[in-house]
């Protein structure tokens, strides 16, 4: 999996042109097509609330592994077929969104010293535009069965026995997620990013096998987890200082526990791989008055000041 996501990745997040300094349309300051529509002259933010949330499924490899070995008390063949299976379950995660518009000085210097360039051509003066993270809990669960096959001598099977057995985690999880834009038509922009998320277990199952003289390795995956993620989705424009992205993101490499950089959770005999599909609501804020609304010039001002004291 991680041969496929993560060459992907690296022609998502950095082949892309990007809509370079259009990333100003955020804050209102800079209207361009970002803003197109009726006139809005609220001025906002570049900071604002994000609220991300949606169903996650479990990917599985290793589908029918085998296990074969002796039977201790009859000295002979048994194997055990392990069988796993993905889950539905859910997340929310809430927190803010903060965009960056100002250019990179460094890669501003780059790309002017040679303007046929990677870096002026693709990443121009933003290597991400918007970083995001966020609080919340991720509930994740999977499916394992195991066929518990018995020989003779002769090594032909004599019998099977199958056991069954699902599981389902409850994550406390901090997520920190930087991505990059690309406009792909009116109010769209496709979103690609990388980022990192904390998991602790805080709604543990069981722990302890299921299957009955089992010769198949078991690991239960330790509570605290860090991973690594990747982010795709599509942004759309509500309104100005309003957006939507309709995406997902998965983990592409585990840093604790390493298990040998997979992005999994361990549980009885198998990998489990959490996608999540990712529906995101970012609401910038407004940015206070300074003063009072009242008339633009002094003079105005002060004949508003001679009506209000004569009535």
């Known amino acids: 999996m991680k041969n496929l996501i993560i060459p992907s990745l690296v022609i998502l997040s950095l082949g892309f042109p990007t809509f370079g300094q259009k990333t100003r349309d955020f804050t209102g300051k800079s209207r361009g097509d970002f803003f197109g529509g009726a006139r809005d002259y609220r001025e906002i933010t570049k900071n604002g609330l994000q609220i991300s949330f949606g169903p996650n499924f479990t990917l599985v490899k290793g589908k029918d592994t085998r296990y074969e070995g002796t039977d201790a008390s009859t000295n002979r063949p048994i194997a055990d077929v392990i069988d796993p299976a993905g889950s ?3 997340f929310i995660n809430v927190g803010m969104a903060h965009y960056r518009l100002k250019p990179s000085r460094i890669l501003e210097s780059i790309g002017k010293k040679n303007p046929d360039g990677f870096i002026a051509k693709r990443i121009k003066s933003n290597l991400w535009h918007r970083f995001d993270w966020g609080l919340g809990f991720d509930y994740i669960g999977g499916k394992e069965k195991t066929t518990h096959e018995l020989y003779n001598p002769f090594n032909e099977l004599t019998g099977a026995e199958e056991s ?3 599981f389902y985690n409850g994550y406390l999880t901090a997520r920190f997620t930087a991505d990059r834009f690309r406009k792909i038509g009116d109010d769209w922009h496709l979103e690609t990013g990388l980022g990192f998320n ?3 277990n805080i709604l543990s199952a069981e722990k302890a096998g299921y299957a009955p003289s089992s010769i198949a390795p078991q690991k239960f995956q330790k509570d605290f ?7 795709v989705g599509f942004n759309y424009r509500v309104k100005k200082g309003d957006y939507l992205t309709f995406g997902f993101y998965m983990p592409i490499l585990g840093l604790y526990e390493m298990n040998k950089l997979k992005p999994t959770i361990q549980w009885h005999s198998s990998n489990y791989y959490p996608a999540h599909l990712q529906v995101k609501w970012i609401h910038h804020f407004t940015k206070k008055q300074k003063g009072c ?5 002094e003079e105005d001002r002060k004949k508003n000041q001679e009506y209000l004291q004569n009535n």
């Open 88 to 90: 539905v379950g859910a």
């Open 164 to 166: 069954r057995s699902s």
């Open 293 to 297: 609304n009242t008339p633009g010039t």
């Open 198 to 200: 904390a998991n602790y």
């Open 225 to 231: 987890m860090i991973q690594m993620h990747t982010h």
